[in-house]
């Protein structure tokens, strides 16, 4: 079992910067295909971006394409996001999620390990 906790958000302008951190603890965080994810007041949780276990692959949903980075260390066991160029579109509570079973890289359904999430906020 992984326990995650994401930190990082807040109110920022459309055009600002922000870094997202996902910090783990239990097992291996290196064992772990890791993931973010986002939802915005009544809109379902959507798919943000992934990490390969190494960070050697990375992927990432169209609409933050160009904008946002997944990185990780695993010897400091976290994750983060880098999101530049911020829209009102972005507004959403992020999470971080741990990948434990075989689905598509963008389904729910394939990661068991959540944290609580942390809000971020752009204004026009």
């Known amino acids: 079992q992984v326990q995650l906790v994401e930190s990082g958000g807040g109110l920022v302008q459309a055009g600002d910067s922000l870094r997202l951190s996902c910090a783990a603890s239990?097992?291996?965080?290196?064992?772990?295909?890791m993931g973010w994810f986002r939802q915005a007041p009544g809109k379902e949780r959507e798919f943000v971006a992934a990490?390969?276990?190494?960070?050697?692959?990375?992927y990432y949903a169209d609409s933050v394409k160009g904008r946002f980075t997944i990185s990780r260390d695993n010897a400091k066991n976290t994750m983060y996001l880098q999101m530049n160029s911020l829209k009102p579109e972005d507004t959403a509570a992020y999470y971080c999620a741990a990948r434990t079973r075989t689905a598509p890289l963008a389904s729910q359904s394939g990661y068991d390990y959540w944290g609580q999430g942390t809000q971020v906020t752009v204004s026009s």
């Open positions: 239990g097992r291996t965080f290196s064992s772990y295909f």
């Open positions: 990490i390969s276990w190494n960070g050697g692959s990375t």
